[in-house]
Antibody, heavy 118, light 112 residues
Framework: EVQLLESGGGLVQPGGSLRLSCAAS????????MNWVRQAPGKGLEWVST???????YYADSVKGRFTISRDNSKGTLYLQMNRLRAEDTAVYYC????????????WGQGTLVTVSS | DIVMTQTPLSSPVTLGQPASISCRSS???????????LSWLQQRPGQPPRLLIY???NRFSGVPDRFSGSGAGTDFTLRISRVEAEDVGVYYC?????????FGQGTKLEIK
């Protein structure tokens, strides 16, 4: 069974840092494009970042220069390093895998909540 | 960046009746490879999103055939032929044609 399990969320002060992890199982992790998507409380979905199998990376303008996506294929784990956090980064952060070749996210984790507040 | 605009933002529907959601992109979603990477996702209350439709009109595995997608270029539609109680939630269109991906604002489907 394909599973994605996020961890690392929590309460952090503005300007602080946090690293999210997403442990993948049930599929050959290295073959898949992986994503981070966030959802602020009561709001819609916002794409954050994508990493390809070739480790090419892409970011939303709102996080560019502050967040870094990476993957460890040997561990089957996706990461999101978040620096210089702001109140508006408060959200549930989901990791999601794409269907191979279809550029569509077919499997999502349950999400981890990040709260940025003093 | 491509902006995705959904209408309506809220859709009260009677059980058994059809529902339709529109999604418009600020520029064509036709990729250089000839495909159009427009997906529809459903998010039930308290759940992560679920992929319904990919590449405009292809139903993902396990999605009931009452869901269908159509459109081309910049205008797309998700239709539910007969709404069931389990369809309550928020529906999002998403473009992945550009490497900078984007979602529509979401359309809340509720039962009258």
């Amino acid at each position: 069974e394909v599973q994605l399990l996020e961890s690392g969320g929590g309460l952090v002060q503005p300007g602080g840092s946090l690293r999210l992890s997403c442990a993948a199982s049930g599929f050959t992790f290295s073959n898949y494009v992986m994503n981070w998507v966030r959802q602020a409380p009561g709001k819609g979905l916002e794409w954050v970042s994508t990493v390809g199998g070739g480790r090419d990376t892409y970011y939303a303008d709102s996080v560019k220069g502050r967040f870094t996506i990476s993957r460890d294929n040997s561990k089957g784990t996706l990461y999101l390093q978040m620096n210089r956090l702001r109140a508006e980064d408060t959200a549930v952060y989901y990791c999601a895998k794409d269907v191979v070749g279809l550029l569509a996210p077919d499997c999502w984790g349950q999400g981890t909540l990040v709260t940025v507040s003093s | 960046d491509i902006v995705m605009t959904q209408t309506p933002l809220s859709s009260p529907v009677t059980l058994g009746q059809p529902a339709s959601i529109s999604c418009r992109s600020s520029q064509s979603l036709v990729h250089s490879d000839g495909n159009t990477y427009l997906s529809w996702l459903q998010q039930r209350p308290g759940q992560p999103p679920r992929l319904l439709i990919y590449k405009i009109s292809n139903r993902f595995s396990g999605v009931p055939d009452r869901f269908s997608g159509s459109g081309a270029g910049t205008d797309f539609t998700l239709r539910i032929s007969r709404v069931e109680a389990e369809d309550v939630g928020v529906y999002y269109c998403m473009q992945t044609t550009e490497t900078s991906r984007s979602f529509g604002q979401g359309t809340k489907l509720e039962i009258k």
